[in-house]
């Protein structure tokens, strides 16, 4: 999929100020050239694209290139820095008000996606950018958009969101958006403007088959700006988003005890009433052909939710990570999804044990194999580190150890006093392999060990030791010798 224009150094392409409009470029590449227009270039082929498709026809000679610009813009959505290379201000085509503010989206997603379609007077086309608001391309396809993909191939035609029917639950998107923003207002806006909006959405109730007789003078606002019959899910994200209204991302979400005892209820119901559909693919739980297989057993609902739940805070930590890479000038990696999948098939196989005692999982009858074989216990603090089951890995525990060895001080852990009766033990001790699989048996000598044990057994006495000494029976008088 063509997310930003191919940058390269330059060598035998076009120097990228032949391209037209708003084009989302590589970060790191543009850093490499320190900014340098002349040391960058771009395909012909997407030359091309640019000129031919995106644009009408002699658009590019209504603006010199030498106004071309690279410039970082935080992104609408996201609040993420990217890079953008336009030729002036803004591309006259592409560019839009929304809500009175300016809006910029790269051209490449306005080709055949409809998401951004004159709607007066929310929406209307701009030839301005003061104050321009960008929206990189990731986030343009999360809320909504389509960045049109080519074929590849001469002569064939790539998707097309129209045709494909990628808008159909457009409306659907809408209404819980706004919904959304209800349970919002209701929550957190003050009560002038709760009122407000009540007496605004009070003329929905007017849409209820009962009332569909209702005098037609009582028509809703929205009727007055005559609106669409459909709005796409962006535009309205992006209304919020101009508006400073976040509640349309998880994060920003609050859930109440109720609610989460409220959704663990729903998910524990969901996976017993899946109980004959696990028992018709038992085979994919207890001996999967790969990891893959017996991940995409378990309910999607409990899946998806531990793929939220995980991945979330594993990026979290990755962009942490990253962003000290960047500081120190190495180069930064990105985040593989299924990079935690063995951790989120772990706690979806603990909750099956707790619902399904008799189903034997793959991975816990894994683990049960693992703990019986002392050999292969490297192999089990791998995966235990694996699946964050464990503080750290071996490696660490061994240097660890070796720290508490230095600092260990075994005078701190005697008992100290008159009451306290020390019996102390002196041996030497060998020890060797215990078995020679991978060594010849008669060097079993060389691989012995030499230790001389100290040890002190301690008892705490019901009186001092004074008291005891001093009461000490002659031992000719054994019948009044009284054991301790």
Avoid at 79 to 106: A, M
Avoid at 216 to 229: G, I, M, N, V, Y
Avoid at 268 to 288: G, Y
Avoid at 338 to 363: C, D, E, H, V
């Amino acid at each position: 999929m063509e997310k930003f224009v191919s940058v390269e150094v330059h060598k035998n392409l076009h120097c990228i100020k032949n391209i037209f409009g708003i084009w989302k470029i590589d970060s790191e590449m543009v850093h490499r050239v320190s900014s340098n227009l002349a040391s960058l270039g771009v395909c012909y082929s997407h030359q091309m694209y640019d000129q031919t498709k995106l644009h009408v026809k002699n658009a590019k000679g209504t603006k010199n290139s030498s106004l071309g610009f690279i410039s970082n813009r935080r992104c609408l959505f996201c609040n993420i820095n990217k890079t953008f290379y336009t030729r002036g201000e803004q591309c006259d085509q592409h560019s839009w008000t929304l809500v009175g503010r300016n809006l910029q989206v790269p051209c490449c997603g306005q080709y055949h996606c409809t998401s951004l379609t004159e709607i007066h007077p929310i929406l209307s086309p701009s030839l301005s950018s003061k104050k321009a608001r960008y929206v990189c391309t990731s986030c343009y396809e999360k809320h909504g958009g389509h960045i049109n993909q080519r074929s590849g191939v001469k002569g064939k035609v790539g998707p097309n969101c129209q045709k494909d029917s990628s808008h159909k639950n457009d409306v659907i998107e809408s209404l819980r958006l706004i919904a959304n923003w209800l349970f919002y207002v209701a929550e957190y806006e003050s009560p002038i403007f709760q009122e407000q909006l009540f007496h605004e959405s009070i003329n929905l109730l007017l849409l209820l088959p009962s009332l569909q007789k209702i005098n037609h003078e009582s028509q809703t606002s929205a009727e007055k700006f005559q609106l669409p019959d459909t709005l796409n899910p962006f535009i309205i994200k992006a209304i919020f988003k101009l508006n400073k209204l976040d509640f349309f991302n998880c994060e920003y979400r609050k859930f109440s005890e109720k609610e989460s005892f409220e959704f663990g209820q729903g998910i524990a119901k969901t996976i017993l009433k899946n109980r004959k559909n696990i028992s018709n693919n038992k085979q994919l739980f207890e001996n999967p052909n790969s990891l893959i297989e017996h991940h995409n057993a378990f309910p999607l609902l409990l899946s998806d939710f531990f793929l939220g739940l995980v991945n979330t805070l594993q990026l979290s930590k990755f962009k942490e990570v990253n962003r000290k890479k960047q500081f120190h000038g190495k180069f930064t990696t990105s985040f593989d999804p299924n990079s935690t999948i063995k951790t989120r098939i772990f706690l979806m196989s603990i909750i099956f044990r707790i619902a399904f005692p008799g189903l034997q999982l793959w991975l816990p009858s894994m683990l049960t194999s693992l703990i019986r074989k002392p050999k292969l216990i490297t192999l089990l603090q791998q995966l235990l580190t694996t699946i964050h089951a464990v503080a750290h890995t071996q490696r660490h525990e061994r240097r660890l150890e070796n720290m508490r060895i230095i600092a260990a001080n075994p005078h701190e852990r005697l008992w100290i006093g008159d009451d306290i009766w020390n019996i102390g033990v002196i041996d030497n001790i060998d020890f060797k392999e215990k078995t020679f699989a991978y060594s010849n048996i008669f060097d079993q000598t060389r691989n012995t060990t030499h230790a001389t044990l100290r040890m002190v057994f301690q008892y705490k006495m019901p009186t001092s030791l004074l008291t005891l000494l001093s009461n000490v029976l002659p031992i000719t008088d054994i019948q009044t010798l009284k054991l301790w």
